[in-house]
C-alpha cells in the first residue's frame, strides 16, 4: 500500500526552524563533508553485506524460511518518505497468529532472526539506503510512517528531527535504545536534537564506538 503523506503538511513548524537556526551554527565544513563520508563508509561495507547476504541465502532455508530481505517505508529528511531495508528476522505476518500482549510480535522473530538482532546485522542492507542518499551512517533513526503520523503531532521537537538525514546509528540509540509510546519518544527526539546542535566528528566517532560496545554485548534491539 502506498504511503499517503497527506498529514505531513499540517504538522507544526516553529520546531523545525528552531533547529535549523542551531543547524546552521554549525561549522559548514562538516556538513558538506558529511555526504562524502557516507559514501565512502558505505562503499567500504559492501563487501560485508554481500558476504552476510549470502551467508543468509545458505542458512535461512533451514532456520529463517522465506525472502532475504524485508523493506518498509520510512520518514526521512524534511519528511519525505523512502523504502528502507533490512534482513529478514520474522515469519510471514500472512496467516500468522498474532501473540496476546505482544505488541511487536516479538512471537514471530526467528531463531537466526533474533542473532542478527542481537548484532545488528539485519541493519545491514541499509548501507544502500546511504549509498543513495535516503540515510546516513550517522542520525536519528528513521521510524517507520505510521508512527510518524501520531508523533509528529503529540511531540513538538518531533518534527524537527527530520531536518537533516535519518542515521543507522545514532544519538538517541546508544543513549536511549529502542523507544516505544509518546514519553520515550519525546525523549527520543530531544537526543536527537541535541546531536543537531553539537554534531560534530568527534561526536560521530564517539557514537560509532558506543554503537560497537552494544554490538559486542550482543545487547541490540
Given at each position: 500500500?502506498?504511503?499517503?503523506?497527506?498529514?505531513?503538511s499540517?504538522a507544526?513548524t516553529?520546531s523545525?526552524r528552531e533547529?535549523?537556526?542551531?543547524?546552521?551554527?554549525?561549522?559548514?565544513?562538516?556538513?558538506?563533508?558529511?555526504?562524502?563520508l557516507?559514501v565512502?563508509?558505505?562503499?567500504?561495507?559492501l563487501?560485508?553485506?554481500?558476504?552476510v547476504?549470502?551467508?543468509?541465502?545458505?542458512l535461512?532455508?533451514?532456520?529463517?524460511r522465506g525472502?532475504?530481505?524485508?523493506?518498509q517505508?520510512?520518514?526521512g529528511r524534511?519528511?519525505?518518505?523512502f523504502?528502507?531495508?533490512?534482513?529478514?528476522?520474522?515469519t510471514?505476518?500472512?496467516?500468522?497468529q498474532?501473540?496476546?500482549?505482544?505488541?511487536?510480535?516479538?512471537?514471530r522473530i526467528?531463531p537466526?532472526g533474533?542473532?542478527?538482532?542481537?548484532?545488528?546485522f539485519?541493519?545491514?542492507?541499509?548501507?544502500f539506503n546511504?549509498?543513495?542518499g535516503?540515510m546516513?551512517?550517522?542520525?536519528?533513526r528513521?521510524?517507520?510512517a505510521?508512527?510518524?503520523?501520531?508523533?509528529?503531532?503529540?511531540?513538538?521537537?518531533?518534527?524537527?528531527?527530520?531536518?537533516i538525514?535519518?542515521?543507522?546509528a545514532?544519538l538517541a540509540?546508544?543513549?536511549?535504545?529502542?523507544?516505544?509510546g509518546?514519553?520515550?519518544?519525546?525523549?527520543?527526539?530531544?537526543?536527537?536534537?541535541?546531536y543537531?546542535r553539537?554534531?560534530?566528528?568527534?561526536?560521530?566517532?564517539k557514537i560509532?564506538?558506543l554503537?560497537?560496545v552494544?554490538?559486542?554485548?550482543a545487547?541490540?534491539?
Amino acid at each position: 500500500m502506498e504511503f499517503d503523506a497527506t498529514f505531513l503538511s499540517d504538522a507544526p513548524t516553529r520546531s523545525l526552524r528552531e533547529a535549523r537556526v542551531t543547524l546552521a551554527a554549525n561549522h559548514p565544513v562538516y556538513w558538506k563533508s558529511k555526504r562524502v563520508l557516507d559514501v565512502v563508509i558505505g562503499l567500504c561495507a559492501l563487501p560485508f553485506v554481500f558476504f552476510v547476504a549470502l551467508a543468509l541465502l545458505v542458512l535461512n532455508p533451514f532456520f529463517n524460511r522465506g525472502s532475504l530481505l524485508f523493506s518498509q517505508t520510512r520518514v526521512g529528511r524534511d519528511l519525505k518518505p523512502f523504502t528502507a531495508y533490512k534482513f529478514r528476522t520474522m515469519t510471514d505476518a500472512k496467516g500468522a497468529q498474532r501473540a496476546v500482549n505482544d505488541p511487536v510480535e516479538a512471537h514471530r522473530i526467528t531463531p537466526l532472526g533474533r542473532l542478527l538482532r542481537k548484532v545488528r546485522f539485519d541493519e545491514l542492507p541499509q548501507f544502500f539506503n546511504i549509498l543513495i542518499g535516503d540515510m546516513s551512517f550517522i542520525g536519528p533513526r528513521p521510524d517507520i510512517a505510521e508512527h510518524v503520523a501520531v508523533f509528529i503531532d503529540a511531540i513538538p521537537e518531533y518534527r524537527a528531527r527530520h531536518q537533516i538525514r535519518p542515521g543507522l546509528a545514532g544519538l538517541a540509540q546508544v543513549q536511549l535504545g529502542y523507544a516505544t509510546g509518546i514519553d520515550q519518544t519525546r525523549m527520543k527526539a530531544r537526543a536527537d536534537l541535541t546531536y543537531i546542535r553539537q554534531a560534530s566528528l568527534w561526536l560521530d566517532l564517539k557514537i560509532v564506538w558506543l554503537t560497537l560496545v552494544v554490538i559486542v554485548r550482543a545487547k541490540g534491539q
